[in-house]
């Protein structure tokens, strides 16, 4: 660890952001790729864009993001900073947008009916939710053009606009379905879950949660393996998605909040808690049909200055009594625990209370039965009850760092910030497995891209095509 690296957790919605179009990167250049082999020029107005986001995402992170100086301000560094992120999210977002309409128009539309892509921006074959812009007549159902089946849908609204959410089956590596729009209600497929009103328990295939108006979860019941409890419930400072401000614990304010369902349906469920319990904030929990993960989203929805803010995932000490935390960090996965004790952290001369949070951190017993958590959005964490001189290796919670301003490096008041999100994800395993870790993070941080197709002289199949496939 080392505290220079920590100062991007002051600016923590502008590195959020930063680490959000880095991944969305992955689509905008998939898509790409496969437009360019027949119409290479088609991305050259954005040429210069695209230099000037290699740069920014490098300069983003120059050393001189500790704060200001007798020349620079805080202020002025804090502006800079936010140029860096918007230059790279600029060309992120073009060449995804731009992407993404050249594919659709190179996709064979043969059809009297509304069809669109779904495109998979990983290299496996992957069953995911997406959602397509949908504004026309209601009842649908959405027919599988590769088989001819119906799919799992549901009709959401966010923001305004109305979706049609499907679970895509069996999307190809690198590659898209295409999915047709017809008339009428179709199957009546039951809700991916259920969710109890005056216990707070929400209910499915995988999963028995509950949850609490802070929107601290107080029981994870994994029912795939033997109705296993994930939640260490000890101390009002354990839990999952347990919010923290200056260790003031939501938890401690379980009844300060209200919650409603949002979305119910063949495909998803999911609660949102509105509370101010710690921090104003809200809290969706999602579970799926089909997809074995529970998906939390955070929205924090006040500044919280220099201070300290992060979310507790306690897991169960009777499952997981031998803890192993797996981790990625920059360009590997590594054990956080001392050479000495068999892991990868220097035994002297080491800092251990921030470690590196990528795309996942998994928690086992001993390497068996654990939990993977998958995040989007934050970039180090704490194990246990770790300090500065000591790693606890015992203790089978990570806090993850919202935002602060570690030993004092870093921006002011979070730039003034308003709202900040973090997107979680947690599912289980029987043994642990760094690639399988790998790609249910990545599932969970790639979503599914989809748009609508017409072009009757498209050159690319009409009904399912993968660009490449990696054999092991």
Known sequence: GNEWEDACASLAQVSANVKRSLEKL???????????????????????LRKDAWMSLGL??????????????????TAWERRMQQNFTDYVDQLYTLAKANLANQINFNSANQRFFVFNPLSWTRTDYTDYAYNGTLPVHVIDVSTNAEVKSQIITTNGTQYLRILAPDVPSEG??????????????????????SSQIIDNDYFTIAFTNSGVITSFIDKQNGNKELVNSGTSSDYI??????????????????????NSGPV??????TSNAAINHETQITVFKDIPRVDIDNSINQNFGDNFLYNTFSFNTANISSPAIWHEENGAVINAKKVSNGGHYADQQARYDWLTLNHFAAVSNNGNYGVTLSNEDCYFMQTGNSTIQSLDENTAKIKVLVGG?????????????????????????????AANSMKRALEHQNGLTCAQITNTS??????????????D
Request: no cysteine.
């Open 458 to 471: 498209g050159i690319l199949p009409q009904d399912n095509f993968s660009f490449m496939n990696i054999s």
């Open 176 to 197: 898209y379905k295409i999915f047709e729009i017809r008339s009428g209600a179709g199957t009546s497929y039951p809700v991916a879950g259920t969710v109890n009103l």
């Open 268 to 273: 998803n469920v999911t609660v949102k808690i």
């Open 405 to 433: 301003k570690v030993d004092g490096l870093g921006m002011s008041s979070q730039g003034n910030d308003a709202v900040f999100n973090q997107s979680y994800s947690v599912s289980s395993y029987k043994t642990y497995s």
């Open 26 to 48: 992955r689509s905008a250049e998939a898509m790409a790729t496969i437009v360019a082999r027949t119409d290479p020029a088609f991305a050259n107005t954005l040429d210069s």
């Open 60 to 77: 983003y992170w120059e050393h001189d993001f500790v704060g200001g100086s007798p020349v620079i301000s805080t202020d002025e560094r």
């Open 241 to 262: 998605n347990n919010m923290s401000l200056n260790n003031n614990f939501a938890a401690s304010d379980n009844t300060n909040g209200s919650f409603t369902v949002v």
